[in-house]
């Protein structure tokens, strides 16, 4: 198949072309919107990912051009408008698990730097400043962890924090009974917000889980709570939780997603004024760490996603793409809304 990708990196192409053997891939470095839509004039299929925006007029324009087929390489879909795709007849398909370690281990990483503010030892020390004022961290031995969404990656989260001897909460709409046995005890989500040390989002962005941290749920938390977000940026209500940040109610933020973050991440803007004030004043807190989405940038990701992907492509023209693979309204809107 002719497969057009969008905001594809030098490391894209690396690994694609390592697994490619039948298709004809061409890489463009553009996100795809309504106004890039047209680069995908003669090909049959596009592959996206996380910032690519398919709404209504940007799939009409693909569908127009021929366009039979979207592949995403990732797990999320929050960016397709899927009732959309399914009025021009085009398939979406994704990468439902890829590493869930990478992302499962970036949440760990946050946490260990966050608490024991390594980000600021590092620089302090470099510059010659061995004083420990103002460093002092928490034992994660005994504390408890609220996990929200315990699928593949909220699992290998409960699996690493057991290891540390954290008590474990999880909220999840279908609870996971390999969580429940490592100890993770289910309970409601307003439970989990009043009783968390550290509240962890592993839940996808849907209708009913955006904004699922707004000014309402971060008055339910501890006092110095730490909230840690490697999902999807839109769980999170990001002015109420500066306002949380300022009157010291979150104690700690860890990012590796941002509400906004289709304007920035993935860049270079070192020479550039960025114009995003909401992310500039996070930056400014002392206990907030963010990483430009990066949890699932590992070696063992990268190549599962490229050879997923160049399967689901193959698979699409037989009329095999496994049903996990597909990303259909009936599966993830309809059915999560009659769920709730
Ligand atoms: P998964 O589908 O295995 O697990 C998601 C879990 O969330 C499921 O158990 C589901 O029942 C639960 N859930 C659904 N709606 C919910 C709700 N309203 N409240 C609570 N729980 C709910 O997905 P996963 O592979 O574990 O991925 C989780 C999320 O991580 C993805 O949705 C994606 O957005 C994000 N992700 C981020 C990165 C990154 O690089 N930062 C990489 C991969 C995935």
Redesign the pocket.
């Known amino acids: 198949m002719k497969i057009a990708f969008f905001s594809t990196k030098a490391y894209d192409r690396v690994f694609f072309q390592q697994s490619n053997q039948q298709h004809d891939l061409t890489f463009f470095e553009p996100h795809l919107d309504a106004s890039t839509a047209p680069l995908a004039q003669g090909f049959t299929g596009v592959c996206v990912f996380?910032n690519d925006q398919l709404d209504a007029d940007t799939l009409t324009q693909l569908a127009n051009h021929g366009v039979e087929l979207v592949a995403l390489r990732?797990?999320?879909f929050?960016n397709v408008d899927l009732e959309a795709a399914e009025q021009h007849q085009i398939t979406v398909v994704r990468v439902?698990?890829?590493s869930?370690y990478?992302?499962a281990e970036?949440t760990l990483g946050l946490i260990l730097a966050l608490n024991r503010q390594i980000y600021r030892a590092y620089n302090r020390v470099r510059e010659g400043n061995f004083a420990l004022g103002g460093l002092i961290g928490f034992d994660l031995h005994q504390k408890t962890v609220g996990i929200?969404?315990?699928?593949?990656?909220?699992?290998i989260v409960a699996r690493l924090l057991a290891g540390f001897g954290c008590h474990l909460l999880g909220?999840?709409?279908?609870p996971?009974p390999d969580c429940e046995a490592l100890g993770v005890q289910y309970v409601e989500?307003d439970d989990l917000l009043a009783a968390a040390d550290i509240v962890t989002l592993?839940?996808?962005?849907?209708p009913?889980?955006y904004h699922?941290i707004d000014s309402i749920a971060l008055q339910k938390m501890k006092p110095g709570v730490m909230l840690i977000n490697?999902?999807?940026g839109g769980l999170i209500d990001t002015e109420a939780v500066i306002m949380a940040l300022k009157e010291r109610k979150l104690g700690y933020l860890g990012l590796?997603?941002y509400e906004q973050e289709g304007d920035l991440f993935f860049e270079d803007l070192s020479n550039e004024v960025i114009q995003d004030d909401t992310f500039q004043r996070l930056l400014t807190f002392p206990n907030v760490l963010i990483t430009g989405?990066?949890?699932?940038?590992t070696q063992e990701?990268l190549s599962n996603i490229a050879q997923t992907t160049l399967d689901n492509i193959t698979a699409f023209e037989t009329g095999t793409v496994p049903e996990k693979n597909l990303v259909t309204a009936e599966k993830f809107l309809r059915h999560?809304q009659s769920a709730?």
């Open positions: 996380v990732c797990a999320g929050n439902p698990a890829y869930p990478a992302v970036h929200v969404g315990t699928g593949k990656i909220g699992e909220y999840d709409v279908n996971n989500l592993h839940c996808p962005l849907v009913t889980t699922l490697t999902s999807r590796d997603v989405h990066q949890a699932f940038f990701a999560a709730q």
